[in-house]
């Protein structure tokens, strides 16, 4: 059975930093493409980041660009979040979820997300 | 504000059908056929309940369909439960700039 298992989340100030880490299990991990999506309190989806089962090619949402960083440990089947410099539009619940794509060529395009978590909760507030 | 747009609300009665439209644009919905829709109860992950525009997952009762016209893609429930009342969400491809984009959500109330 595909497990997702989030952490890391807590209480942190605007400007602070934290790392979530997202342990999966049940699946050949190093086979597959990752991403972080995250939802704020009594809003919708986000898609936030996405990195390939290599860890080679990495893509950001324009809001995060620049402050978060998504990478993996495929010998310890973890994926991470660095959450740097952040603002109290930060604040959601962040899913790390499975994504099978489809691939021709060099492009790869994503055909759904069919294995997500429970969630880790991010709270920016000073 | 979402890159794709969805209505905030729908509503059906027991029974009925009901459709929840998704509107982007050349570059993501009406570029690609890598539209999917998901199912999320309050407190709970989402559940893909269709990709590819109009695939279903296995499990997925064949009461939920998909389609695609331009730049508008839609989930049609048919027969509706109460257990379908949840807020569902499309996707799309959005390019490599914005890898996946997501609609706002729709409410749909089951009455």
């Known amino acids: 059975e595909v497990q997702l298992v989030e952490s890391g989340g807590d209480l942190v100030q605007p400007g602070g930093s934290l790392r979530l880490s997202c342990a999966a299990s049940?699946?050949?991990?190093?086979?597959?493409?990752m991403n972080w999506v995250r939802q704020a309190p009594g809003k919708g989806l986000e898609w936030v980041s996405y990195?390939?089962?290599?860890?080679?090619?990495?893509y950001y949402a324009d809001s995060v660009r620049g402050r978060f960083t998504i990478s993996r440990d495929n010998a310890k089947n973890l994926l991470y979040l660095q959450l740097n410099s952040l603002r109290d539009e930060d604040t959601a619940v962040y899913y790390c979820a499975r994504v099978l794509r489809y691939c021709s060529g060099s492009s790869c395009y994503p055909l759904r997300f069919d294995s997500w978590g429970q969630g880790t909760l991010v709270t920016v507030s000073s | 504000q979402s890159a794709l747009t969805q209505s905030p609300s729908a509503s059906g009665s027991l029974g009925q059908s009901v459709t929840i439209s998704c509107t982007g644009t050349?570059?993501?919905?009406?570029?690609?056929?890598?539209v999917s829709w998901y199912q999320q109860y309050p407190g709970k992950a989402p559940k893909v309940m269709i990709f590819?525009?109009?695939k279903r997952p296995s499990g997925v009762p064949d009461r939920f369909s998909g389609s695609k016209s331009g730049n508008t893609a839609s989930l049609t429930v048919s027969g509706l439960q109460a257990e379908d009342e949840a807020d569902y969400y499309c996707?799309?491809?959005?390019?490599?700039?914005?890898?996946?984009?997501f609609g706002g959500g729709t409410k749909l109330t089951v009455l």
């Open positions: 050349s570059s993501d919905v009406g570029g690609y056929n890598y």
């Open positions: 990195i390939t089962d290599s860890g080679s090619i990495k």
């Open positions: 996707s799309s491809y959005g390019g490599s700039n914005n890898y996946v984009v």
């Open positions: 590819e525009v109009n």
């Open positions: 049940g699946f050949s991990f190093n086979s597959y493409a």
